[in-house]
T-cell receptor, first 114, second 112 residues
Framework: QKEVEQDPGPLSVPEGAIVSLNCTYS??????FMWYRQYSRKGPELLMY????GNKEDGRFTAQVDKSSKYISLFIRDSQPSDSATYLC??????????????FGTGTQLKVEL | KAGVTQTPRYLIKTRGQQVTLSCSPI?????VSWYQQTPGQGLQFLFE???????NKGNFPGRFSGRQFSNSRSEMNVSTLELGDSALYLC???????????FGDGTRLSIL
């Protein structure tokens, strides 16, 4: 079983829809939770970064972390065709010797149609 | 502020050769991490460097190695290339532990 599970999609929604993307994880030691967006032939771009449980909002994006359920979500409001990309969840914890490594989900491919 | 820069963007090599990839982190970032991205395995952690020292290592064979210079720039080397090494190699930098990592656009390595 993978440490981080994410539905690969593809997910297709009409323009203006609310998109919900989710990840579950098994390692309760994870403390930091991120969402990245990756366009074709580009590197992952950081969208949201949260520490521990709670909600964080940035423009059309809202990230939620529920550590008790080991579940994180990303909501995109008023979705646009430019949001069409692969969305990757990532998590990390401070390692014994210091530093951090990210553990990623497989990514969800999103297409927003006109 | 310039982002993470990776060179070259594309590389084609044959089996048995070796390759060196380069990464320049965001100015002021001292931690550099490397990841391998493939369609089958997704993004997997290779190693992390901080202040010229390898601080963490993923589950990759010893053919994969790296180093970091005093200006925080980092290189990754893969020796005795295998077909399965074909992947997008991504570099990420951060200010320090617990801080977000920012990625470059990667080097796409193809092994023939």
């Amino acid at each position: 079983q993978k440490e981080v599970e994410q539905d690969p999609g593809p997910l297709s929604v009409p323009e203006g829809a609310i998109v919900s993307l989710n990840c579950t994880y098994s390692n309760s030691a994870f403390q930091y939770f991120m969402w990245y967006r990756q366009y074709s032939r580009k590197g992952p771009e950081l969208l949201m970064y949260t520490y521990s449980s709670g909600n964080k909002e940035d423009g059309r994006f809202t990230a939620q972390v529920d550590k008790s359920s080991k579940y994180i979500s990303l909501f995109i409001r008023d979705s646009q065709p430019s949001d069409s990309a692969t969305y990757l969840c990532a998590m990390s914890r401070i390692l014994t010797g210091g530093g951090n490594k990210l553990t990623f989900g497989t990514g969800t491919q999103l297409k927003v149609e006109l | 502020k310039a982002g993470v820069t990776q060179t070259p963007r594309y590389l084609i090599k044959t089996r048995g050769q070796q390759v060196t990839l380069s990464c320049s982190p965001i100015s002021g970032h001292r931690s550099v991490s490397w990841y391998q991205q493939t369609p089958g395995q997704g993004l997997q952690f290779l190693f992390e460097y901080f202040s010229e020292t390898q601080r963490n290592k993923g589950n990759f064979p010893g053919r994969f190695s790296g180093r970091q210079f005093s200006n925080s720039r980092s290189e990754m080397n893969v020796s005795t290339l295998e077909l399965g090494d074909s992947a997008l190699y991504l570099c990420a930098s951060s200010i320090g532990e617990g801080q977000p990592q920012h990625f470059g656009d990667g080097t796409r390595l193809s092994i023939l």
